[in-house]
Nanobody, 124 residues
Framework: QLQASGGGSVEAGDSLSLSCVASGRPAVNAVMGWFRQAPGKEREFVAAVKWSGGSSTYDDSVKGRFAISKDTFKNTVYLQMNNLEPKDTAVYYC???????????????????WGQGTQVTVSS
């Protein structure tokens, strides 16, 4: 079970930090990802990090502004979002997949476990 939190309403240029707590320790081959879905649009990949090893992947739209990290002691993955833009407005979901290869990290269908979503609204 995944529990996401940290969303809110901010202005363009502000920062927010999202958290996603796993109810149990993720498996060593787990990948933790963040996706988002804006109104009327399909869910899209934001970022992912391997639970073991720590390598991360970002969508080009957030590269340089967002940072994904993890705390293995707290079973938590974070998404630090800086310099937010109105186009970042969406419901953000954390997800966990097992045994994903690099080429499949961006595909939401590869993730088996999902959090409930947290709303991020950025006004101009």
């Amino acid at each position: 079970q995944l529990q996401a939190s940290g969303g809110g309403s901010v202005e363009a240029g502000d920062s927010l930090s999202l958290s996603c707590v796993a109810s149990g320790r993720p498996a060593v081959n787990a990948v933790m990802g963040w996706f988002r879905q804006a109104p009327g649009k399909e869910r899209e990949f934001v970022a992912a990090v391997k639970w073991s090893g720590g390598s991360s992947t970002y969508d080009d739209s957030v590269k340089g502004r967002f940072a994904i990290s993890k705390d293995t002691f707290k079973n938590t993955v974070y998404l630090q979002m800086n310099n937010l833009e109105p186009k970042d407005t969406a419901v953000y979901y954390c997800a966990m997949g097992l045994g994903l290869i690099t080429s499949s990290l961006r595909s939401d269908s590869r993730y088996s476990y999902w959090g409930q979503g947290t709303q991020v609204t950025v006004s101009s």
